[in-house]
Structures are given as C-alpha cells and as structure tokens.
C-alpha cells in the first residue's frame, strides 16, 4: 500500500475498505513494497504496520484516519487469511514475486496472474473491439512523429492525452488540434519528462 499519512481522505476507497475490517473487529496490518523478505527457511515475512485495537471506532473517515495508531510486527504472509492488494500503478514487479510463493494458502484480491497481464492501460488498448463500441479509439506510443499524425488527422477537433502510467486522473489533458503550436511541446513534456528515461503516451478519441 501506500503510505498512510498521504491518503486523501474524501476519495480513498482503501481508507474505507480499512475503517470497515477495523470496525468489525478484523486484525488489520499495512504492508509497505520494501519490507518484504525470506528468511533461510524460505518462509516469506514483511515488516508490518499493524492497527491497534481502539475503545471506539470513530465514524467519520477523518476522524478515524487521524486516530489510528500503528505498532510494528514481523509477520509471516501466510499467517494472513486475505490480503487485498492496493499499491497504485504501476505494478511492482518484485512485490508479485514475492507473493507468488503464497498465493495457494492466502486468499490474495486481485488475483497476482491478473495484475501481472493487466498492470498498465495496454492490456484494455490491446484487446479485440474492432467497432469501439466498448473502447475509444486508442494509440499508445513514444514515438513522436507518429502521435503527431495521429493528432492531426483525427476526426474530432479534441483528443485526450495522458501518460500510460498515471492514475486518478492525473496528467489527463483534453488536447484541441487548433491549438498545434503547443502539441510539440506538450509531447515533449510528456514524452521526456524523466531525461533519458522516455515515457509512453496515450492518445484516446474525445467521447462526448
């Protein structure tokens, strides 16, 4: 998961799904990407923050993120009867690992082989939907010059741009081919905004 004092309160589905198993009663542990390990016995553990029992559960979720406290336990993965997996994109590739060793004796939500396949938007953009009738058009790529073909012989005058590996709806741009002096900047930005390290971008037909 990720860390507990940068969930928004108001829109966090996890803080939710947490406060529920905390209200009835449900022993509940964070597990963080780092603190996974296997000791000599290949016995999987990860280095716990795990939610100490309160008198009275408070109802507002703001009430009850700011009143939770944590001790820290060395727990063992297969001790846990359900593990829910609510890291944001993109996936961590070591974390799966780690739990493919336990995935016959926990109950892990979603499924390691699934998160695995379908860790970033290629998999929906991949699959058959020939009419689009249930996905946008859709264009992944790094390559400028073919996004700019793409921009300027689309139908619409408006095309979504967003970067393949954001979330929640960051970096989402509605981009207006009337704007074009700024379609090679916005590229750039998108496309080189780590230096060497190019990112992927995704164009998507503008759906009314």
């Known amino acids: 998961m990720y860390p ?3 969930i ?19 022993k509940v542990a964070i597990i963080y990407h780092d603190s996974f390990t296997v000791d000599e016995d290949t016995h999987v553990y990860a280095l716990c923050d795990v939610i100490m ?5 408070p109802v507002s979720m703001a009430a009850f993120h700011k009143s939770v406290k944590f001790k820290q336990e060395f727990l063992p993965l297969r001790g846990f009867d359900v593990l829910f997996l609510r890291s944001n994109p993109p996936i961590d590739v070591v974390m799966l690992n780690f ?3 336990i995935k016959d ?4 939500m979603n499924d390691i082989d699934g998160l695995r396949k379908a860790s970033t938007k290629i998999y929906p953009a991949t699959l058959y939907d020939p009419n689009h009738d ?9 390559n400028k010059k073919f996004l700019k073909k793409v921009i300027n012989e689309a139908q619409s005058d408006k095309i979504i ?3 393949l590996d954001g979330y929640g709806g960051s970096g989402v741009i509605i981009l207006e081919k009337s704007a ?3 379609i090679n900047s916005l590229l750039e930005f998108y496309i080189d905004r780590e230096g060497n390290n190019s990112k992927y971008v995704i164009l998507q037909e503008y759906v009314e």
């Open 161 to 163: 741009m967003k970067p």
């Open 8 to 26: 928004k309160i108001a829109e966090d589905s996890t803080l939710r799904m947490v406060h529920e198993a905390v209200k009835r009663g449900h």
């Open 134 to 142: 249930i996905i946008p058009k859709t264009v992944i790529s790094k």
């Open 4 to 6: 507990w004092n940068t």
């Open 180 to 182: 074009k002096k700024n």
């Open 53 to 57: 029992k309160q008198q009275k559960v």
């Open 99 to 101: 739990l493919d060793s």
């Open 105 to 108: 004796d926990v109950f892990i």
